[in-house]
């Protein structure tokens, strides 16, 4: 049985994917779907307690705000 996995949504590929972790094919189509969908905005490493903290709070108002929406 073909699976056409470029039709499935990306939630239904991942859990293909984690259900059939042998699946190359699969696996390739869900890499490349993600990294095409990925930001490319980078940031830089923090270099302090500081800026450490100041990350873990923006992640965690990030979280909030994809809860809420």
């Known amino acids: ?21 042998d699946n190359k094919a699969a696996f390739h189509t869900f890499i490349d779907r993600f990294t095409s969908e990925a930001s490319p905005e980078t940031f830089d490493l923090p270099n302090s307690n500081a800026e450490l903290e100041e990350v873990e709070i923006l992640i965690k108002q990030k979280l909030e705000q994809l809860k809420a929406g």
């Open 1 to 21: 049985m073909n699976l056409d996995f470029s039709a499935m949504s990306k939630s239904e590929l991942r859990t293909y994917v984690i259900t059939h972790p």
